[in-house]
């Protein structure tokens, strides 16, 4: 019998969730040097105010902060840099016109570990207004206040 994998999450991105309406998710793979890897290995990465966007015919992660890492010499990464996502070339043209579409925008939703490898999950996104925010707060109210008895 096979052991059951587990995936760590390195950094989650619980205030997109919160923000916006996530209607598909894209699992992608990010090109990182090495430092890059150490710092997130070691939970150094901020997904806050971060989104994706095709530039190019390429998928990029803009705003990603990446913290430099605290071993690393001269040759360390720019902590702000922009990086390249790695999906199939059929799904970066899905995702350039559904991120075309209106108000849908690519939220980066959680870095996480599979298989040895660093992957992200791409969350396509629509923006909620205040109402909806207020709308899902009280719904998750009810939800807790049931569980309790």
């Known amino acids: 019998m096979k052991a059951k994998q587990f995936n760590p ?26 430092t890059e890897v150490k710092s997130v290995r070691s939970g150094g990465v901020s997904l806050a105010g971060s989104y994706a966007a095709v530039l190019g015919g390429e998928l990029w992660l803009l705003g990603c902060d990446i913290a430099a890492y605290k071993f690393g010499n001269r040759f360390n990464h720019d902590p702000k840099s922009r990086r390249k996502l790695l999906v199939h070339a059929k799904e970066v043209e899905a995702l350039r016109l559904k991120s075309e579409a209106k108000g849908l925008t690519l939220v980066p939703l959680k870095f996480y570990l599979k298989r ?24 998750k ?9």
């Open 9 to 34: 999450v390195f950094a989650e991105n619980r205030r997109a969730r919160h923000d916006y309406a996530v209607l598909d998710t894209v699992e992608c793979g990010v090109v990182l040097t090495g």
């Open 116 to 139: 040895g490898r660093i992957k992200l999950e791409l969350g396509v996104c629509r923006g909620k207004q205040a109402h909806d925010k207020r709308q899902a707060l009280k719904e």
């Open 141 to 149: 109210a009810v939800r807790r206040d049931l569980e309790r008895g």
